[in-house]
């Protein structure tokens, strides 16, 4: 059964995307909320806090709460924040316990025996892309079957292979300033890059209608090194733009796995699937030694990434891939997630 702030959530933010409540209006308090609909105030500021997280309402100090999403994100919004320190000191410390891991490792030596010296199929092991598909449904609220996912090692890999899926007839646009690999592999390959500017939002308005680019690479979660967070208006700009050029997102996941709402954040591929090209890593969850990565394919490209790209073998060791497995099939990697989110809640107060 759904837990009754996740209910709440999802009602008021159905309310705010038909126009019950619109930009820049005021929001019931939360009072008024838990009176209407019975439900403590506890239950109700832990909806709010989500909505507020997700970009949906601005909280504002002494006048409560107000409507920030826009159906068309075209809005005025300041410039990006100061770029923040490069290497902060972490207050959080978000990788595995060491203990975990070799638990993981141990039981990997013990159940799969020989399978660790197999040859790994073109896509990674099908067990690990059942696991990973079991956990994006549940945790991330994203229906894909195990045949979407393509596993690699680290985040460049994947990047080229979705030069090699897409290929270079059409220009990349990414953000400005952005993680410089992206455009060092998009360049390297011969892709044409675009770079966006950007605000307190995510990429203006103004240069995504002005660009000619067909692909766009997005980290709108936490995009580096400005740390911007898209909210659900720029999120949903983004989809719009992808659908009216009939090109593709390339959702860069880096980080939104670490939030610190109780609730992992709402993913681009969840609002399109048809659209989106979702990446992810295990570097700052588990280990930044464990080089795996994955990539999730809109269905429509899985015949072409077999044309293009599914010759290549898969770059990840089986025992490292067989890790995984048994972190996500035990429940211990979506514990530990749990974890660090509520250190990260106690931290923020």
């Known amino acids: 059964?759904?837990?009754?702030?996740?209910?709440?959530?999802?009602?008021?933010?159905?309310?705010?995307?038909?126009?019950?409540?619109?930009?820049?209006?005021?929001?019931?308090?939360?009072?008024?909320?838990?009176?209407?609909?019975?439900?403590?105030?506890i239950t109700v500021q832990h909806a709010y806090e989500i909505l507020c997280d997700e970009g949906w309402l601005n909280a504002r100090e002494r006048s409560g709460f107000f409507v920030a999403y826009h159906e068309s994100g075209n809005i005025a919004l300041p410039s990006i924040p100061d770029i923040p320190d490069p290497s902060p000191k972490e207050e959080i410390?978000?990788?595995?316990?060491?203990?975990?891991?070799?638990?993981?490792?141990?039981?990997?030596l013990t159940v799969w025996g020989e399978k660790i010296m197999e040859k790994s199929p073109n896509k990674g092991c099908i067990e690990l892309r059942e696991a990973l598909?079991?956990?994006?449904?549940?945790?991330?609220?994203?229906?894909?079957?195990?045949?979407?996912?393509?596993?690699?090692?680290?985040?460049?890999?994947?990047?080229?292979?979705?030069?090699?899926?897409?290929?270079?007839?059409?220009?990349?646009?990414?953000?400005?300033?952005?993680?410089?690999?992206?455009?060092?592999?998009?360049?390297?390959?011969?892709?044409?890059?675009?770079?966006?500017?950007?605000?307190?939002?995510?990429?203006?308005?103004?240069a995504l209608s002005a660009t000619d680019a067909s692909i766009l690479h997005v980290t709108p979660f936490h995009s580096w090194p400005t740390g911007v967070t898209a909210g659900a208006s720029k999120r949903r700009e983004y989809i719009s733009w992808a659908d009216q050029r009939n090109g593709y997102l390339v959702e860069d996941d880096f980080d939104s796995e670490l939030s610190a709402s109780s609730k992992a954040e709402e993913t681009l591929y969840s609002l399109s699937p048809e659209r989106v090209i979702h990446i992810n890593t295990f570097t700052r969850t588990v280990s930044p030694a464990l080089r795996v990565g994955y990539m999730v394919l809109p269905p429509s490209l899985l015949p072409v990434y077999q044309e293009k790209a599914g010759f290549f073998s898969c770059s990840v060791p089986v025992t490292e891939q067989l890790l995984?497995?048994?972190?996500?099939?035990?429940?211990?990697?979506?514990?530990?997630?749990?974890?660090?989110?509520?250190?990260?809640?106690?931290?923020?107060g």
């Open 93 to 108: 410390r978000s990788i595995l316990p060491f203990g975990t891991y070799s638990r993981a490792m141990r039981s990997v």
């Open 133 to 206: 598909a079991a956990y994006l449904v549940s945790q991330r609220g994203m229906p894909v079957s195990p045949s979407q996912i393509i596993i690699g090692s680290g985040a460049e890999y994947l990047y080229s292979m979705i030069v090699r899926i897409l290929g270079t007839d059409f220009p990349y646009a990414l953000e400005s300033p952005s993680y410089e690999a992206i455009r060092l592999v998009y360049d390297s390959l011969g892709a044409a890059c675009r770079m966006l500017s950007m605000n307190a939002d995510g990429i203006s308005s103004d």
């Open 324 to 348: 995984l497995t048994e972190l996500l099939r035990s429940g211990e990697f979506v514990r530990h997630l749990r974890r660090v989110r509520r250190k990260m809640r106690a931290v923020k």
């Open 1 to 41: 059964m759904e837990a009754a702030y996740l209910k709440l959530y999802r009602d008021l933010k159905n309310q705010i995307l038909s126009g019950v409540y619109s930009y820049g209006e005021r929001f019931p308090s939360k009072r008024a909320t838990a009176h209407e609909s019975g439900l403590s105030l």
